[in-house]
């Protein structure tokens, strides 16, 4: 189909290149206070919205970075299967823990990922309840990027088991035991948060989709796209009815993932504060995660977005507004991490506890305190950068303080679940913890698979919502709703009798 | 524009968002049915010896007492197999020329125990003790069914671990005089009727039972390490 | 019973070798499904039909031992686990194969199956016999406990005893007669050994010498007793690497203790608490002698290198090997007030003890160590005399042990005279010398001079494979004998199993050498040899008594030589000096863990944390924190030995307490030819050991080697109490102050049951179980340890897995040290599961495999586990066990007739504990329903508890007050480790109380 | 098309041959204008076809609430109580026993589960619900063969006047459509 393999695509890119550059160097749009005002580049309608977005689905070709970036992580997904086959042969023995430190790495980066699928529904649901309108531009992103990364981190908790392949008894159901799970443990509440989480992401992920496959379905000629997008989209035709329990539903969603986007993180954290070990047992953990995962969320949506919008020309989508107040979030959260950090070092002194007290300290100055130094570094001290609005605006800045914050909020997790363990109670149960090859095999496969994921996704679906970015076409600039050229996707109709062409 | 799909295709759909939820619930009904067949827990089906034993003739027909050969049954928590000189001590002098008879004489001859097919597999991790069952007013029928009726044994229960927790947790339903524990006639005594006309009276005197031998709590009769260690 | 217990293991020895370790994973898979847990014993009867075990009994070693051949850390070993296990997986998807029944064809009758037995037998150790009762599940010996009745024992057993079992199914023992290591047989060696005997009847047996251990059997003192009459000029040589001799030879006599009549002890580099032939019932006298409170005696201990008797004693002295002769000649003076200058801080030392001593007359106590020198002994006894101590604590007599001349000298003669190329034909009834002579004999070099050595014994070890003859030893639950405990009780051997392999006893092979032949079996030799005068049924009867108890009553052991004692001042032996020149010396102790070396083989003893320094699978240069300040070495480093020309590489392991300038090397590692396990593991100290240094020398020469390290398994880390008080310890005036000095109320431990958020709805009102455990009387021996491994199907998992940190023992005994590092005060605390009423663990299992019982056990249902480790996290005493990989050896059928039937077998990704020995608390339940009555108080003994040697572990029913265990806790010492978490521990434990010396400046 | 066709006949009249009459419109602005004359002139069978969501266009034709949120609260409050329960029946009733020494009814750990599953069932009903009402998914519908209907997701707005509204008039309905309600494009929709 010509009009879809003809050049608007680049000249967009041109276009948007051009002003995005604009924006980089400052000179764009500015609100009264000096911020980046703009939520969208100028000149876009629904249509070129529609082109543009569509294209990258819809166009064969595609970028090297989109390659690139696609080899590198289908060959660790494979480090990942071959790790895990290895596991199931041998054991979790493979892996550095012992008794004490029962738990290792598995349970950091099942932490570790959790907290960044946070990301994706506080932005799509708690944004939108208080009418964020630039996360429009983003939150089918990261909504996806939430899927992927809670599935990583879903793997772990299934992986770390002693005999994986009774994994499901932890599932409630009738069997021949006559017996049920123990509803009082934090796993099995881990287990419900988790499975509900996803499926509910899942479910607001769909729903967002549907009007904008029902756009690819429209926008391709080709047969098996339209069938197959067809079926993704339901049948949908944009009828008023439809729109109307349509945005009430999506609304809803966003009412119930918002507190459920909350809760996740608690409930994680409560497999620590339910304990009582020193280190784990306190009461400001479910706040302190929650901050700690939307911190991590964010940072990772920025290390992955800079790239893509670079990649594939969106500057005009994905704004230097957007960046800003992401940076914004960032920093916020990031203060009240850093507030947690200092409460457990006050009330393990105000304690009194000794068993407290020794925790704290051992943690900065044990055997593993390099890594709460470097915990400190990298999650307190870097992203005070973002205070600069320079940093805030300019992308590799962002890219690189971002880049610290996952860092950091894997190392907060190492801190939490290792150190913690390594010395508690009994002195003579004392030991250290060293990973082995296979906890870092483990990892690296995780985060390859998420990456696969995520390159897929962006190869076959909408990366950014038409529909959503439509809305924000109006504030695109003073242009008129429909474009001022008709853009080529649509030659076609044009020859229609009565065609309208404004 | 045209259709992309022809009518046809939303009666398709419907069947579609029907017909998929039943055929999962069948699925997992299914799984259910097998798990509780007998093909899946093994009832029911007689288990072939390299001796054709039958119990029916040796218990059923001459009423030779179960602690005759399973001696262990009172006293350990095995009832035991016999040794081939038990068998021996009959078949010396009876029936010593039949071939089916062969093995037993040549195991004495040769000193080889003779390899029974076992017919009750309890898993490795489940301690169960025939000696406290026996002595507390269980019989073997409430396990092992009628085998003065069976030619070659088969599994009478399913041996699930809710089977055994119905008798742990309401040994009323299931006890009987211990009197009667290796009795092969055995029945319950709700379903006694010397024990009473009506359910409630039958249930009254079980019940009583339970008291008199001292059985304990189900709260203790359904802990973990009651049968697990 | 004699008849059944001889007559019950027909069945099972019948099926006793294992099976070739196969990597035919089919089989595995088929045997894992089907064998393991309480019916695995059938199915060795199906494995004995199998043609590969009867090609594979003569086969020197199992089929696949290359697989096998890294041994200890067993990573091989770990692979065909693995490889097993995944595929048991599978099997678990598919339907059960058909299981077999395997009954008896002639059943003994007094055997149930599934009702364990108990037979009295004895093992000797150095030669002395220690009296045991060995349970027997349908013919298979299982574990080993001490007979209550027997003098040397008193319910107690030593790792040693304990661990035996193990090494009766040790698949390294070598299983045929080996000539010059081919497969042979008994017949051909009978034919080979004929004529050389006719040889030396020729010429008198000039040419004959026969090399044994330490003996102590009328019946083989005997059959030798025949044996030299035939040969008039055959020499006899006895050779223990490690014994009494230094007390007896030209000494005093050998001194029989009795510490309950001791209010004051000194130790002089004696460690009567593990390494006495006598120690089990000296512990028990002396725990019994340490009860708090008025009379409670006092310990006084100089020693070189922390000892678990160094480690109880209220004064100890860190003093140089050497430097305690002189000490003792310090003694000497204040005793004849002769003049001489000894070192000062010890002169005060000894002041403030002989003041204690003559204090107490006739109530003191002076014991001299095996490793010192006889003056030391002489001096000991003269102190002893001076008090009034011979006659009611001490008593002194000739050595049990009947002995030509029973020392190193015995070897060297012997030794001298293979050099000499005057023996012809060498007979050898155990022992090693190849591996553990003193090393300027050459034995091993000697050796090549003899024209037929045959060696008798349980291995193949360093010796044998030099030997022209290997004979296999019967074990000596394979077989009958006799031996005289230290006190001289006769003690019966008695046979659990017939010979797993073609091994005889050395009655037999004694026979041969006197008659020709070996017609007689050990039983009728040794029941002859008691019958003595006896005749027919009466015979029979003291026969009977005597096996079914083990023993029989002693015959009084004859007073030792007395002249010797007086005159004890010599000139102090040159060592004395050691310290002032700055030379170092060398000490050498038999290893806590594998003695001589004799078990070196032996898993679970390999395997055991030693007490103080918690090492596991090595030996290690012990040395002095200063000295390690001085030379900058630290633990790990690698240091060369070099002590009279010869030397060693050794690791270096820093030890708190260690006289400044000595250096301990334990004895029984660096072997080269002791099994799988036992290769290669650790430091030859026999490499530096010479006659006449053979319990320490000074001269020796430390040089640390830069550029190496020498990874050590230990396993507990941490020995400082980081100021927490999980364990406590007051003095006996603190106690008299406050009797309740241990528990803390401050803390709120022990909080009242209703400040919860819940209403406490959990009542205990039958039984509920719970432990005491006694820190003032627990001595660290380890004995609970093996006791809970044996019982509880425990495995070892190797050196590697030990330094990951995943050793599996359900009891630990936790080692502290507090105060001043170069003498500090040494800790022991026993740490099994707590049963805590409000289970940390319990709460966040998901699958709630781990409960609470209505009796207050704490439960972990393997079967349910699905391996999260949770609740190892969140139990505050880290108890928990976690089979990171597939750890015991479902493959050997040895090792698989040695598991109690009563305890699952824990497969790969289970959590495991300590379960209070719930399997025997259900014995004994259902016993009782039976019979319709409670429980008695005491009829439950956990396996830690029942062989505690100081009876420092009580179990039994909180419920009833009148319980042991009840008394116990209602005692103002008791207090529960972190009760203020009120997790309500069963568990508890009553403080230490020690007895410092007002007057002494310790 | 064909002539013979002619208001309000049998079987095969356009009432029954046609679907509607559908006008495109170039901005929400112009399309709500004009449905809410539609409504106002009477018409009340008729639809709109909109590429983004349109404030206010189901009320002017005449629309009121939505059910939704109804569904929604049935949805959680299910959830919540079915998770509830079932914890309660599984901890107290069905195998009651001892865990950490805490009560069998051990509420404020039920907490959790319950929460998650509330929050599950009222999303998986709102989704269901929502599709449910608006009889997706069905792929095949008449307003797709109308001409440039595939703009209606890209950047055309749409109304459509059914035939089975009482006022549709084959020439009428048109003529209303284009003249009074400037649509342009107006065509018919064939069933």
Redesign the interface.
């Known amino acids: 189909m010509p009009g879809l393999t003809q050049p608007p695509p680049t000249d967009a890119v041109q276009k948007n290149g051009a002003n995005g550059s604009h924006g980089a160097n400052g000179h764009g749009p500015r609100s009264p206070l000096g911020y980046p005002d703009r939520m969208m580049g100028p000149g876009e309608t629904h249509a070129s919205v529609a082109a543009k977005i569509g294209d990258i689905v819809l166009d064969g070709k595609h970028p090297k970075g989109w390659w690139v970036g696609f080899a590198a992580a289908f060959s660790l997904m494979m480090v990942f299967l071959f790790s895990i086959t290895y596991l199931f042969y041998k054991g979790v023995g493979i892996w550095g823990i012992n008794i004490p430190v029962a738990w290792g790495f598995a349970i950091v980066n099942f932490v570790w990922w959790i907290g960044i699928g946070h990301a994706g529904t506080f932005i799509s649901a708690i944004l939108l309840l208080v009418f964020q309108k630039w996360r429009n531009s983003i939150n089918r992103f990261t909504e996806a990027m939430t899927l992927f990364a809670v599935s990583c981190a879903g793997t772990f908790p299934l992986l770390h088991l002693g005999r994986q392949w009774v994994f499901y008894w932890i599932v409630p159901y009738p069997n021949t035991m006559g017996l049920w799970p123990n509803f009082r443990s934090p796993l099995v509440w881990d287990f419900f948060a988790v499975s509900t989480y996803f499926t509910v992401s899942l479910l607001f992920w769909y729903v967002g989709l549907i009007p904008d496959l029902a756009t690819l379905r429209d926008c391709t000629t080709v047969r098996w796209k339209q069938i197959l997008f067809g079926i993704g989209a339901l049948g949908w035709r944009g009828s008023a009815v439809h729109w109307q329990r349509y945005k009430i539903t999506y609304l809803l969603l966003a009412g119930l993932a918002a507190p459920l986007v909350l809760s996740v993180h608690s409930v994680v954290s409560f497999d620590f504060s339910v304990a009582i070990l020193p280190g784990w047992h306190s009461t400001i953990f479910p706040p302190f995660f929650v901050a700690g995962a939307i911190y991590s969320g964010f940072a990772m949506v920025l290390n992955i977005i800079i790239p893509v919008r670079k990649i594939y020309g969106l500057q005009s989508y994905i704004t230097e507004r957007t960046l800003n107040n992401m940076a914004n979030i960032m920093l916020v959260v990031g203060l009240i991490v850093a507030y947690g950090y200092a409460t457990e070092a006050f009330f393990a002194w105000f304690s009194g506890d000794q068993y407290e007290r020794f925790q704290a300290f051992n943690r900065a100055f044990g055997p593993y305190g390099w890594s709460y130094w470097l915990l400190i570094l990298t999650n307190v001290l870097v992203p005070q950068a973002l205070w600069s609005r320079t940093v805030r605006t300019t992308p590799w800045m962002l890219f690189i303080v971002a880049l610290f914050i996952n860092v950091g909020m894997w190392l907060e997790r190492f801190v939490i679940v290792i150190v913690s363990l390594h010395r508690d109670f009994t002195p003579s149960a004392w030991r250290m913890y060293y990973p082995t090859f296979w906890d870092y095999a483990t990892f690296a496969g995780t985060i390859g698979l998420f990456f696969t994921l995520l390159l897929l996704f962006i190869r076959f679906l909408p990366m950014i919502s038409i529909t959503e970015v439509r809305e924000l076409v109006a504030e695109g600039g003073s242009q008129p709703i429909a474009g001022p050229a008709m853009p080529p996707m649509f030659a076609r109709l044009a020859d229609r009798p009565g065609g309208n062409v404004p | 524009m045209a259709q992309i799909f022809p009518a046809g295709s939303n009666a398709v759909v419907r069947a579609v968002i029907v017909g998929g939820p039943l055929a999962l619930c069948a699925l997992v009904g299914s799984l259910y049915a097998i798990e509780w067949s007998p093909w899946a827990t093994r009832q029911y089906a007689p288990i072939s010896q390299p001796v054709p034993f039958s119990h029916k003739h040796h218990v059923g027909q001459l009423g030779i007492d179960c602690r005759y050969c399973h001696q262990g049954v009172e006293k350990s928590a095995y009832a035991g197999i016999p040794p081939t000189e038990t068998c021996m001590t009959c078949h010396s002098q009876l029936y010593t020329d039949q071939a089916m008879l062969a093995p037993v004489r040549q195991s004495l001859a040769e000193n080889r125990p003779i390899a029974w097919n076992k017919v009750h597999d309890l898993p490795d991790f489940v301690y169960f003790n025939h000696s406290i069952h026996v002595n507390k007013g269980m019989g073997c029928t409430s396990c092992h069914g009628r085998e003065n009726q069976m030619q070659l044994v088969w599994q009478d229960q399913t041996l699930y671990m809710s089977w055994c927790l119905q008798c742990h947790r309401h040994p009323e339903n299931f006890i009987a005089d211990k009197s009667q524990a290796v009795n092969p006639q055995r029945v319950a005594a709700v379903d006694d009727p010397a024990k009473g006309a009506t359910h409630e009276e039958r249930i009254t005197y079980a019940r009583q039972l339970v008291k008199d031998y001292h059985i304990l709590s189900s709260g203790v009769l359904t802990d973990c390490s009651t049968c697990h260690r | 019973m004699s008849d059944h217990s001889a007559g019950t293991p027909c ?1 099972c020895g019948a099926s006793g070798p294992c099976q070739p370790p196969r990597l035919d994973l089919a089989a595995l898979r088929a045997r894992l499904a089907s064998e ?4 695995y014993w059938r199915s060795l ?2 494995a004995a ?1 199998t043609p590969e075990f009867q090609q594979w009994l003569h086969r020197e070693y199992p089929a696949g031992a290359s697989e096998w051949a890294d041994g200890p850390n067993r990573r091989e070993f ?1 692979k065909i686990m ?2 097993s ?2 595929l048991a ?1 599978l099997a ?1 998807c598919t339907r ?1 194969p ?10 003994p009758e007094d055997l ?4 364990q037995m108990q037979y009295a037998t004895a093992m000797t150790l150095g030669g002395y016999a220690t009296g045991l009762l060995v349970e027997s599940h349908e013919g298979r010996p299982t574990k080993i406990e001490g007979n209550p009745d027997h003098p040397m024992s008193l319910g107690a057993a030593s790792v040693f005893h304990q661990a035996s079992v193990l090494e009766l199914y040790d698949p390294d023992r070598t299983h045929t007669v080996l000539r010059a290591g081919e497969t042979s047989s008994w017949e051909e060696f009978l034919a080979d050994l004929v004529p050389a005997l006719h040889e030396q009847i020729a010429k008198g047996g000039a040419g004959l010498r026969l090399l044994t251990e330490n003996i102590t059997s009328p019946t083989l003192l005997a059959q030798i007793g025949e044996l030299l009459k035939k040969f008039p000029q055959a020499k006899w040589h006895q050779y223990e690497p490690w014994g009494q001799e230094a007390a007896s030879q030209d000494g005093p006599g050998v001194p029989h203790y009795d510490f309950s009549k001791a209010k004051v002890i000194v130790a002089l580099d004696s460690d009567f608490l593990s390494t006495h032939p006598a120690s089990l019932a000296y512990a028990r006298q002396f725990a019994r002698g340490r009860a708090a409170g008025e009379g409670m005696s006092r310990l006084y201990v100089a020693e070189p290198t922390p000892t678990i008797t160094g480690s109880m004693a209220d004064h100890r002295l860190a003093c140089g090997a050497g430097d305690l002769a002189q000490l003792a000649t310090w003694f000497g003076f204040v005793v004849d007030n002769r003049e001489r200058t000894p070192r000062q801080e010890t002169a005060a030392w000894v002041t403030a003890v002989f003041a204690d001593l003559s204090a107490n007359k006739g109530a003191g106590l002076v014991l001299a160590g095996e490793g010192q020198p006889p003056l030391v002994h002489r001096i000991a006894r003269r102190i002893n005399e001076e008090c009034g101590n011979v006659g009611s604590t001490v008593t002194y007599h000739a050595p049990t042990a009947a002995s030509p001349d029973l020392s190193a000298s015995s070897l060297a003669a012997l030794a001298d005279a293979m050099h000499a190329g005057q023996v012809e034909l060498l007979v050898q009834i155990g022992g090693n010398p190849a591996y553990n002579a003193p090393a300027d004999l050459d034995f091993a070099g000697a050796m090549g001079k003899v024209k037929r050595h045959i060696h008798h014994g349980l291995f193949y070890n360093e010796t044998a494979q030099r030997c022209q003859w290997h004979l296999p030893l019967a074990h000596y639950l394979e077989s009958w004998g006799d031996a005289l405990a230290f006190d001289g009780t006769p003690s019966i051997i008695q046979p659990l199993i017939e010979p797993l392999y073609e091994g005889r006893t050395a009655y037999q092979l004694l026979d041969a050498l006197i008659f020709e032949q070996t017609a007689r079996s050990a039983y009728d030799i040794v029941r002859r040899h008691w019958e003595g005068a006896q005749e027919g049924m009466e015979a029979e009867k003291t026969w009977r008594k005597m096996v079914h108890n083990g023993f029989a009553p002693p015959a009084p052991v004859p007073g030792g030589d007395v002249s010797t004692a007086v005159n004890a001042m010599g000139a102090p032996v040159g060592s004395g000096q050691a310290a002032e020149t700055g030379e170092y010396e060398i000490v050498f102790k038999p290893d806590p863990a594998v003695w001589d070396g004799r078990f070196s083989n032996n898993g679970w003893l390999q395997e055991l944390p030693k007490p103080i320094t918690k090492l596991t699978w090595d030996n290690a240069a012990l040395v002095s924190p200063e000295l390690a300040h001085r030379m900058g070495l630290n633990n790990e480093d690698v240091v060369e030995l070099t002590f009279k020309g010869r030397s060693v590489h050794a690791p270096v392991w820093i030890m708190p307490g260690q006289a400044e300038n000595s250096v301990t090397l334990h004895l029984g590692y660096g072997r080269t030819a002791a099994g799988r396990v036992g290769n290669g593991q650790g430091v030859n100290a026999y490499a530096l050991r010479t006659s006449d240094a053979m319990g320490f020398g000074s001269g020796l020469q430390i040089k640390k080697v830069e550029g190496v390290t020498w990874r050590l398994a230990a396993s ?9 008080d ?1 364990y406590r310890a007051g003095t006996l005036e603190e106690y008299r102050k406050d009797p309740a000095f241990a528990p803390d109320g401050s803390k709120g431990e022990d909080p009242a049951r209703d400040e919860t ?6 009542t205990y009102p ?1 039984y509920a179980w719970g432990m005491s455990i006694d820190l003032n009387t627990c001595i660290g021996c380890n004995a609970c340890v093996v006791a809970c491994q044996s019982e509880n199907n425990i495995p070892i998992v190797g050196k590697g ?1 030990v330094i ?3 050793e599996m023992h359900w009891i ?1 005994v ?3 040290f507090r105060g001043d590092m170069d003498n500090p005060e040494m800790y022991h ?1 026993p ?1 099994p599961c707590m049963h ?13 495999a781990t ?5 207050g ?1 704490n ?1 972990q ?10 609740c ?3 139990c ?3 108890v ?7 750890w015991p050896d479902n493959t050997t059928l040895t090792f698989k007739m040695q598991r109690n039937p ?4 824990r497969s ?4 495991e504990k300590c ?1 209070y020995c ?2 025997r ?2 014995e004994a339940k ?1 016993t009782s ?2 019979e ?1 009555r409670k429980v008695f108080d005491g009829e439950i003994k956990t396996a830690c508890q029942q062989t505690c040697p100081t009876e420092a572990i009580v179990f039994g029913d909180i419920n009833d007050p009148n319980s042991r265990v009840s008394r116990l806790k209602k005692q103002p010492r008791n207090y529960g ?2 009760a203020e ?1 009120n997790t ?1 521990p069963r568990t508890t434990y009553l403080a230490r109380v020690t007895n410092p010396n007002p007057e002494a400046a310790s | 098309m064909n002539p013979a066709l002619d208001n309000d006949l049998g079987p095969d009249s356009p009432r029954q041959l046609l679907h509607g009459h559908v006008a495109a419109f170039d901005t929400p602005e112009e399309l709500v204008a004009a449905t809410q004359k539609a409504y106002a002139a009477g018409y009340r069978r008729m639809d709109a076809y909109t590429p983004i969501p349109v404030d206010g266009l189901a009320q002017a034709m005449g629309r009121g609430k939505t059910v939704m949120p109804l569904i929604v609260l049935l949805g959680g409050i299910v959830g919540g109580t079915s998770g509830y329960f079932m914890q309660w029946y599984s901890m107290t009733v069905d195998y009651p026993y001892n865990v950490g020494g805490r009560p069998f009814h051990s509420w404020p750990m039920f907490i959790p589960v319950t929460f998650e599953l509330t929050v599950l069932l009222a999303a998986i009903s709102g989704v269901v619900g929502m599709l449910y009402l608006n009889g997706l998914p069905r792929l095949h519908h008449p307003i797709f063969q109308a001409p440039g209907i595939e703009r209606a997701t890209v950047d055309q707005f749409f109304l459509c006047i059914e035939t089975t509204d009482p006022m549709w008039h084959r020439d009428g309905t048109r003529t209303f459509l284009e003249k009074e309600l400037k649509g342009h494009d107006v065509a018919e929709v064939e069933r």
């Open positions: 069945h393991s847990g309480p019916q009867e199906a039909e770990l693995a490889a296990i995944g997986g678990a059960q058909q299981e077999k029944m395997l009954p008896y064809v002639k059943q149930v199956q599934g009702i507990q880390d941490h020995h400082t109490l980081a100021g927490r999980v958020l819940y209403p406490p709805d959990h039958g897995e990951n940190g995943r630990r936790d080692g502290y605390q740490v805590c009423e409000n289970a940390p663990c319990e709460v966040v299992c998901p699958v709630a409960v609470h019982s209505p009796e056990l439960e249902v393997y079967n349910r586990c699905i391996g999260t480790r949770y190892s996290n969140n505050p005493y880290k928990r066990r976690f089979n990171f990989f597939q009563d305890v699952s077998v790969r990704g289970i959590m379960t719930v399997q608390i259900n259902i329903q039976k319709d480790m972190l978490l309500r």
